[in-house]
């Protein structure tokens, strides 16, 4: 999406009443209850005939409004706004699956995912089918009638992998199987996962879009494109709404798992969406320069980032993401013992976790993320004990570079 398309988007949504303070930000409005006029329009509003708010568990004007910018930026037909990117995911899944369904993805997965389908979806009776999601002919073969939907990360963290939505979006939509999408690593200000064939997208707005790590949230992107009506779990619904997931999700999982952003936290991450698209080309484009050094620093043995053309994801990164795959990268030392010396070296970037704070961040996947896990589990994960995770804030190249020499004791 190009900045002028996204600007006149974000900026042609109006509050949907009028602010009698004339403000040029959606108020935060911290109410949990609602005052009617009469028991007629309180019954309207209850019963989903009126786009009145009622309680703020289910709706709240702040948090409306924040949905309908990103409907506005993306095209979407509904956006459901939560507390953060795995409440997002578990109010997805929680949406599509039943017990005896199956869900297809990678062992690539970020920590917390890979817990959530293999620990708590299969207490209530759903398969986890692992496959090479770059490899179509396997992913054909593990889709059957119970198979709810196909889940990856566009840019697997921290492996960095990719797969090929077009094709894997096809093969999907010619067995009735929607694809679903966490495109956290690249933003739908660069990236609109709607035009490689993704259903469903699911983000971590506490990543790019909060302006800096200001608050926790995550975000339902339904493109309300996929017929519900070949969905074992939604075909009774296919008739009630252009969109049978959104109808679901809204009436139904979501107000019943309670995980609805908070007023406060949709406010900042509105103002973070007036800048994203700055922060954006600033953090990818340090990010880009710096794997380009990496490469050849001494004690660095490998730099993974797609950006990279000897990167054996560069060709559908490029075409997927073009320039800019986002602005995480990993790289390996020779050894774990290494790997935390250059830690405890550090000055300008920061030992913590999240991602695309305006804080360069690092840590050691092995031993934070995926310290809970075995040996056995890491490795099938792809998970190395020498590898090193950066995301990529706002400082200079020059600076960040300077970091990583001495701490490599250059």
């Known amino acids: 999406m190009h900045k002028k398309e996204y600007e006149s988007e974000l900026m042609g949504v109006s509050f949907p009443k009028d602010d009698p303070y004339g403000s040029l930000s959606m108020p935060v409005y911290h109410a949990l209850s609602y005052e009617f006029k009469t ?31 990103i409907k506005k930026i993306t095209g979407a037909y509904g956006v459901t706004a ?21 869900i297809i993805t990678s062992r690539h997965l970020f920590g917390n995912t890979y817990s959530f389908f ?36 566009v840019i697997t963290n921290p492996q960095m992998e990719v797969a090929d939505l077009e094709v894997l979006g096809s093969l999907l939509h010619e067995r009735g199987v929607p694809l679903i999408a966490d495109t956290t690593l690249v933003p739908f200000s660069h990236f609109l996962a709607v035009d490689f064939g993704v259903d469903i ?20 992107i339904d493109y309300g494109r996929f017929d519900w009506s070949r969905s074992a779990r939604l075909k009774s619904l296919a008739g009630d709404s252009p969109s049978a997931f959104h109808f679901k999700l809204r009436r139904e999982i979501h107000r019943n798992l309670g995980a609805y952003m908070t ?38 043995v490998e730099v993974t980032y797609n950006g990279l053309p000897g990167n054996p994801y560069y060709g559908v990164s490029r075409r997927q993401f073009g320039d800019y795959p986002g602005a995480m990268l990993t790289f390996d030392l020779i050894s774990k013992e290494a790997c935390f010396r250059f830690l405890d070296r550090l000055v300008l970037i920061r030992r913590a976790t999240n991602l695309f704070d305006n804080r360069s961040l690092i840590l050691h996947p092995a031993s934070t993320i995926y310290g809970s896990f075995t040996p056995g589990q890491r490795e099938t994960m792809g998970i190395k004990e020498t590898t090193l995770r950066l995301s990529v804030g706002l400082e200079s190249v020059d600076s960040l570079l300077a970091d990583i020499r001495q701490a490599l004791g250059d």
């Open 118 to 153: 293999v620990n708590t979806l299969s207490a209530f009776g759903v398969e986890v089918r692992f496959c090479d999601l770059t490899n179509p002919e396997e992913v054909a073969a593990r889709i059957d009638e119970g198979t709810c939907a196909l889940f990856l990360e």
């Open 263 to 300: 007023p406060g936290v949709a406010y900042q991450q509105s103002l973070g969406l007036e800048t994203l698209p700055l922060r954006y080309n600033r953090h990818a484009a340090t990010c880009r320069s710096l794997a380009e050094q990496l490469t050849s620093l001494p004690g660095i």
């Open 82 to 102: 939560l507390n953060s990117g795995m409440a997002a995911i578990s109010n997805i899944f929680f949406t599509l699956a039943w017990s005896g369904s199956n």
């Open 39 to 69: 028991a007629a329009e309180m019954e309207d509003a209850f019963c989903g005939r009126t786009q009145e708010h009622t309680y703020s568990r289910v709706t709240n004007p702040t948090v409306a409004y924040f949905e309908e910018q």
């Open 201 to 220: 997208e699911v983000v971590s707005s506490t990543k790019y879009i909060s302006g800096g790590a200001t608050s926790l949230g995550g975000l339902i």
